[in-house]
T-cell receptor, first 112, second 115 residues
Framework: KQEVTQIPAALSVPEGENLVLNCSFTDSAIYNLQWFRQDPGKGLTSLLLIQSSQREQTSGRLNASLDKSSGRSTLYIAASQPGDSATYLCAVTNQAGTALIFGKGTTLSVSS | GEEVAQTPKHLVRGEGQKAKLYCAPIKGHSYVFWYQQVLKNEFKFLISFQNENVFDETGMPKERFSAKCLPNSPCSLEIQATKLEDSAVYFC?????????????FGPGTRLTVT
């Protein structure tokens, strides 16, 4: 059974720092991995999608990497801003490719 | 539409009452997914559809939960005889085609409170 773990559970940094969020999964037979952002009381915003054949994806200050063989992904946020404060969730497709399995998220707080 | 729409935003039901939630996927998306977020960050997959056909229902509590996606109508998730433990935010997501290749786009959620 696929399990997704995110470390750390919470992170507080001052504005301007570069930071890395970690995601690990137990079954490497995934189709893709998706990083989401959730603001309090809101839905999920898709940040990056990495196909299983890809190693990384970039969007603005965000860079996500995927090492399928070791079951790991990282989300790198450059020059963090207070507006980046949110919960970041990592999700992988299940073995059948029919649903997403989520980690419990990393709650990020960026202070000005 | 360009966004996944969910109604209502909030729903309060007494224990034992029925709850019905609605989802309109992004126009042109063939796949619809329902997830339940209990506690702060625990997402649980419930069911997915490919057009009006059930794609994967392995996450559905069969006894009280049911869902439909009918042509030309919003998809729906219905909970018969709600229990306190059903209190959660229910998210709907849609995907374009070939679910494992494309991003899932999420709606704003429906917060169900069972009292």
């Amino acid at each position: 059974k696929q399990e997704v773990t995110q470390i750390p559970a919470a992170l507080s940094v001052p504005e301007g720092e570069n930071l890395v969020l970690n995601c690990s999964f137990t079954d490497s037979a995934i189709y893709n991995l998706q990083w989401f952002r959730q603001d309090p009381g809101k839905g999920l915003t898709s940040l990056l999608l990495i196909q299983s054949s890809q190693r990384e994806q970039t969007s603005g200050r965000l860079n996500a990497s995927l090492d399928k063989s070791s079951g790991r992904s990282t989300l790198y946020i450059a020059a963090s801003q207070p507006g980046d404060s949110a919960t970041y969730l990592c999700a992988v497709t299940n073995q059948a490719g029919t649903a997403l399995i989520f980690g419990k998220g990393t709650t990020l707080s960026v202070s000005s | 539409g360009e966004e996944v729409a969910q109604t209502p935003k909030h729903l309060v039901r007494g224990e034992g009452q029925k709850a019905k939630l609605y989802c309109a996927p992004i126009k042109g998306h063939s796949y619809v997914f329902w997830y339940q977020q209990v506690l702060k960050n625990e997402f649980k997959f419930l069911i997915s559809f490919q057009n009006e056909n059930v794609f994967d229902e392995t996450g559905m509590p069969k006894e009280r939960f049911s869902a439909k996606c009918l042509p030309n109508s919003p998809c729906s998730l219905e909970i018969q005889a709600t229990k306190l433990e059903d209190s959660a935010v229910y998210f709907c997501a849609s995907s374009q085609t070939q679910v494992f290749s494309y991003e899932q786009y999420f709606g704003p959620g429906t917060r169900l409170t069972v009292t």
